[in-house]
């Protein structure tokens, strides 16, 4: 009954291929996100979904390409995968939008070689 | 430009005793402050908030302090115990309608040797 969950956990590939994480949450919440932590440790937010409808989308390259099919699940796309893109990608969801509290996902851990 | 800092990578503390997490912001349109735990290999686990228009709120073993003319908040563990062992991340929310983000402080790494 994992609250947010993400597949893979794992991920090694190589540079130049396509890559998807998938991002899922049962807690009926309506907002989610996806962030990425560096080799630095620091977290920054990517992007927000709202009702499947995109609401942040920060410095981004366009590489990286969020779709939610429904509110329950928010998948991140990444073409031509580079070395950079070597990270832990996590995945958030938030109640409605008077809740502050966002929870996590356990994170998939991505290797670009 | 970090807008949220945490200037402390570790801090050692002993079983039982206060363990105290400083961070500090630079943005004042932010409304609500949190903090995060973080085992190796997993999520960022939330553990309390705070709202701008407070200055403590406490939780069993844990408390948060907000200093908002010196844009400073602090946590506060008591007493500390060696599962506490963890990275804790200082987060602050800013949001414009439907649109809430959180901004993260780079992290304290904290162990609780016995």
């Known amino acids: 009954d994992t609250a947010v969950s993400q597949t893979p956990k794992y991920l090694v590939t190589q540079m130049g291929n396509d890559k998807s994480i998938k991002c899922e949450q049962n807690?009926?919440?309506?907002?989610m996100y996806w962030y990425k932590q560096d080799s630095k440790k620091f977290l920054k937010i990517m992007f927000s979904?709202?009702?499947?409808?995109?609401?942040i989308n920060e410095t981004v390259p366009n590489r990286f390409s969020p779709k939610s099919p429904d509110k329950a699940h928010l998948n991140l796309h990444i073409n031509s995968l580079e070395l950079g893109d070597s990270a832990v990608y996590f995945c958030a969801s938030r109640g409605t939008v008077y809740q502050e509290t966002q929870y996590f996902g356990p994170g998939t851990r991505l290797l670009v070689l | 430009d970090q807008q949220v800092k945490q200037n402390s990578p570790s801090l050692s503390v002993q079983e039982g005793r206060i363990s105290i997490l400083n961070c500090d912001y630079t943005n004042s349109m932010f409304d609500y402050f949190l903090w995060y735990k973080k085992y190796p290999a997993e999520g960022p686990t939330f553990l309390i908030s705070?709202?701008?228009?407070?200055d403590k709120n406490e939780d069993g073993r844990f408390t948060v302090f907000l200093n908002k003319s010196a844009k400073h908040l602090s946590l506060h563990i008591v007493p500390s115990q060696p599962g506490d062992s963890a990275v804790y991340f200082c987060?602050?929310?800013?949001?414009?309608?439907?649109?809430?983000?959180?901004?993260f402080g780079t992290g304290t790494r904290l162990q609780v040797t016995l």
């Open positions: 987060a602050a929310r800013e949001s414009t309608g439907t649109a809430s983000k959180l901004t």
């Open positions: 807690l009926g919440h309506d907002t």
């Open positions: 705070i709202s701008s228009i407070k």
């Open positions: 979904y709202n009702n499947k409808e995109l609401i």
